[in-house]
Every structure is written in structure tokens, then in C-alpha cells.
């Protein structure tokens, strides 16, 4: 049985999702315009630190934490901000970022390059 490759998937959900700089989310976050969400595991985020102010949502739980109708569900979701999801590396957050949209979410953005890019260029870390 041949499967699709992930980076296949990955690429498919960057041509149908919006990808923001870096410099954008900052500007956004700092601004009160988004909620940037971390989907990283939690031994990533004890690990590598933090995004300052970003709310953590495990990858696992990412779409019953956004869904209203979902007993998981988050009243953080239930926002008009726009909602900047990143991962370490921008696959994941690829591909989470594609689920909510087709769930029927309008604002949601992915970060270009995850934590590690963010990390790597010396941006604040909590």
C-alpha cells in the first residue's frame, strides 16, 4: 500500500493555508490581535522555552479545544483574533492550521519557520 509522504501533505496544506513572518505574529501578538497558539508536545516547551504570552494547546487536542460543540472545548477559540498556530519547524502547525480551516475556521495563520526558526533568530523566549 503506498501512502502519501508527509512532507507531500505538508506541502499541500501550505498552498491552501496563510503562512505569516515572524515579524507579523510579533507585531500581532504584541498588538492584541492574535492568539498565538503553541502545539508543541509539553516536553518541547520544557525543553526549548516558550513563546511570550502564547497559549498551549497539545496538537492532540487542537481541533476539540476549538470546536464549540466539542465537550473539550476552549473559550480562548471562541474569538474574533486572528489565530497564529506554530509547532517546532512549521509542519505540524501546516497541518493543524489546514484542520481548523476545513472545520470552518476564517483566521487562522500558521508562523513561518515554528519555534526553532524563531528561537534561532533570538527572539524573546520565556
Known sequence: MAITPVQELVMRAKEEIETLSRDEVWRL???????????????????????????????GMLEFWFDPASPYHKEAFATDKKIILFCAGAWRSALAAK????????NIAEMDGGFGAWKKDGRPVE
Not at 501578538?29 to 525543553?47: C, H, M, T
Not at 484542520?99 to 476564517?106: H, I
Open 29 to 59: 501578538a504584541e498588538a492584541g490581535e492574535a492568539l498565538v497558539v503553541d502545539i508543541r508536545d509539553p516536553r518541547e516547551l520544557e525543553r526549548e522555552g516558550r513563546f511570550p504570552g502564547a497559549m498551549h494547546a497539545p496538537r
Open 99 to 106: 484542520a481548523l480551516r476545513d472545520m470552518g475556521g476564517e
